[in-house]
């Protein structure tokens, strides 16, 4: 059984910065490409990053790029995102999420075949 599992989320001053962790289990990380999305109240989800199995390779949405960074430990079976200069409209619920193929790098939530359940970050202004 495949589980992702996110952590570091939490409440943050406009400016400030957060890392984000998503621990796996039940599949062969190493070999799968991961993304981060978010969801904010009322919004539609949305891509934030993307990361190819090796980890050679990120891709961003233009949204956060220059202010985030995704990266992966294959060792420890996690991929994080560090958030720099926070702003209030990045305030949302935060998922990272697992392709269940050998697929590339995708910002499609379809290409995604298995998610976290979430975690918060909030920003103030």
């Known amino acids: 059984q495949v589980q992702l599992v996110e952590s570091g989320g939490g409440l943050v001053q406009a400016g400030g910065s957060l890392r984000l962790s998503c621990a796996a289990s039940?599949?062969?990380?190493?070999?799968?490409?991961m993304g981060w999305f978010r969801q904010a109240p009322g919004k539609e989800r949305e891509f934030v990053a993307a990361?190819?199995?090796?980890?050679?390779?990120?891709f961003y949405a233009g949204s956060v790029k220059g202010r985030v960074t995704m990266s992966r430990d294959n060792a420890k079976n996690t991929v994080y995102l560090q958030m720099n200069s926070l702003k209030p409209e990045d305030t949302a619920v935060y998922y990272c999420?697992?392709?269940?193929?050998?697929?590339?790098?995708?910002?499609?939530?379809?290409?995604?075949?298995?998610w976290g359940q979430g975690t918060q970050v909030t920003v103030s202004p």
């Open positions: 990361i190819s199995w090796s980890g050679g390779m990120t």
């Open positions: 999420a697992a392709r269940g193929s050998s697929g590339g790098m995708s910002k499609f939530i379809r290409d995604y075949d298995y």
């Open positions: 039940g599949l062969t990380f190493s070999s799968v490409a």
